[in-house]
């Protein structure tokens, strides 16, 4: 199937993110983009660069000033001074506005650049750099691009996104994720000929941002499998299995935890109750995160290439006109295949 893949996805380099108070190297890296190109490549994909779209493609999604947040976010933060004192040249913020802070004060945004970052980020370990918004809007750009391909009589259209998006919301950002590209991608399909879209998130956290952007419409579908996030795992807060949706929306989401080395045994069946859960959709979003995997360092899920090839035949044969998007998959050496083979699984299935 056709891959949408833009270079500018380098941009976003991040160098260290702190997690737990300490600066570790980080995993969402450029690195993650090139191998899943050359593994295209090598699988003789086609790869097509991603239209330019508009802000108005944007707030579909996201909150205006979250937008302006990001896009500003850096520069300011240089003007600041804080690269030189104390010596931090990404974002990162220090401070976060618990709802108990205020009671029933109204909520004013402050001034400093560090307490800022944390009025829209959910966590540290999530840097802004020089050209992190860029390759945010380049990522947003690939999946949607995808929609509109599928839009136009595609079966089925891979988006290469770097920086990933599920736990992105209206306005936050957090898990290594900017712009939530699989919500961009479902608000597309729906805006065109697709009355209801279901998403199936296979990355191995619970993608809290897309969850929470369709919670209460029935319009888009969210089915997630994950690591249990009541196990201790990230994104800590949503993800548990009574989250089913509210007022139009109850009914309309679905979260499958599996426990800590959960392997393919748990986790197929588990992928074919998220396909039950959108069967009858009009369209399809796959939050293709393959940190599922065994050797991957950010799950201790033990999913196998096996099993993704699985779920790749498992979703093909829901017959529906499906857009993949990239979320997380973290160990370098087995990122791109995996990636591959599961779409390979989903075409056979699928068929031509
Ligand atoms: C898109 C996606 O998969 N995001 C997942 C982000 C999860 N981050 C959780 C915290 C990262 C800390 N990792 C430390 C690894 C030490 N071995
Ligand atoms: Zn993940």
């Known amino acids: 199937m056709p891959a949408v893949w833009s270079e500018s996805h380098r941009l976003h380099d991040p160098h260290g993110e702190v997690w737990v108070g300490v600066t570790i190297p980080p995993d969402e890296v450029p690195a993650r983009g090139e191998v899943i190109r050359a593994a295209l490549v090598t699988a003789g994909a086609r790869i097509v660069e991603p239209t330019p779209h508009s802000r108005g493609d944007l707030t579909t999604v996201h909150d205006p000033d979250f937008l302006d947040h990001l896009a500003s976010a850096h520069g300011r933060w240089v003007a600041a001074g804080y690269p030189n004192n104390p010596g931090q040249?990404?974002?990162?913020?220090?401070?976060?506005?618990?709802?108990?802070?205020?009671?029933?004060?109204?909520?004013?945004?402050?001034?400093?650049?560090?307490?800022?970052?944390?009025?829209?980020?959910?966590?540290?370990?999530?840097?802004?750099?020089?050209?992190?918004?860029?390759?945010?809007?380049?990522?947003?750009?690939?999946?949607?691009t995808a929609a509109d391909m599928v839009l136009a009589g595609?079966?089925?259209?891979?988006?290469?996104?770097?920086?990933?998006?599920?736990?992105?919301?209206?306005?936050?950002?957090?898990?290594?994720?900017f712009l939530n590209n699989a919500a961009l991608a479902a608000e597309q399909l729906r805006r065109g000929s697709a009355a209801r879209v279901g998403i199936v998130d296979l990355d191995a956290h619970h993608g809290n941002g897309t969850q929470m952007l369709f919670y209460e419409r029935s319009d888009v579908v969210y089915a997630s499998v994950?690591?249990?996030?009541?196990?201790?795992?990230?994104?800590?807060?949503?993800?548990?299995?009574?989250?089913?949706?509210?007022?139009?929306?109850?009914?309309?989401?679905?979260?499958?935890?599996?426990?800590?080395?959960?392997?393919?045994a748990e986790w197929v069946p588990a992928v074919g109750r998220l396909c039950a859960a959108v069967a009858g959709c009009d369209?399809?979003?796959?939050?293709?995160g393959v940190d599922g995997h065994v050797d991957d360092p950010e799950s201790p899920l033990r999913v196998s290439a096996a099993g993704y090839a699985e779920a790749g035949r498992r979703i093909g044969a829901l017959g529906l006109p499906t857009v993949f998007v990239q979320e997380g998959g973290y160990e370098l050496s087995t990122l791109g295949g995996l990636v591959v083979g599961t779409l390979a699984a989903f075409e056979e299935e699928m068929g031509p």
């Open 89 to 144: 040249d990404q974002v990162v913020p220090y401070v976060f506005p618990l709802p108990q802070i205020f009671g029933s004060l109204p909520r004013r945004l402050p001034v400093a650049e560090s307490a800022r970052a944390g009025w829209y980020a959910m966590d540290t370990t999530t840097p802004v750099g020089p050209g992190t918004y860029a390759a945010a809007v380049a990522a947003a750009d690939c999946a949607l």
């Open 226 to 264: 994950h690591i249990d996030p009541d196990a201790g795992w990230f994104p800590h807060f949503v993800g548990r299995a009574d989250e089913t949706g509210a007022g139009p929306g109850q009914g309309a989401n679905r979260n499958e935890s599996l426990p800590e080395g959960a392997g393919d």
């Open 154 to 177: 595609e079966r089925a259209v891979y988006a290469v996104c770097r920086p990933p998006g599920h736990h992105a919301g209206r306005d936050f950002y957090g898990g290594a994720c």
């Open 283 to 288: 369209a399809l979003v796959v939050s293709l």
